[in-house]
């Protein structure tokens, strides 16, 4: 049987996500950055029934898990005792590094 989570975004993947909408709106219009960023939603909902997917990334932060979305988004995430939590979700080249540096 296999066990199914609930999927949560942190505030930080909440914005990363207005952030990537506003960014492609601005762009390609507002239809466009929607759907496109529903696509992203979809995709991380879909952990439920795979949460341990994508590669550890313990030396960033213990637990850290990422994988990537078509190429131009990172999605870092974790697991918690009964859901996958959204850490970040990065576009277009943004540095994982950057994001868990404790100085930033």
């Not at 029934?49 to 078509?70: I, K, N, Y």
Request: glycine share 8%; net charge negative; aromatic share 10%.
């Amino acid at each position: 049987m296999i066990r199914s989570l609930g999927v949560s975004f942190s505030p930080e993947a909440e914005r990363d996500l207005l952030d990537l909408y506003t960014f492609i709106a601005d762009r390609s219009g507002e239809d466009r950055a929607l759907a496109y960023v529903e696509c992203i939603e979809a995709y991380c909902r879909g952990f439920e029934t795979a949460p341990t997917r994508g590669q550890c990334r313990d030396d960033l932060r213990p637990g850290l898990r990422v994988t990537g979305f078509e190429r131009r988004v990172t999605i870092a995430f974790h697991l918690s005792a009964n859901s996958v939590v959204i850490d970040r979700v990065l576009y277009g080249g943004r540095s994982l590094d950057v994001a868990y540096d404790p100085e930033n």
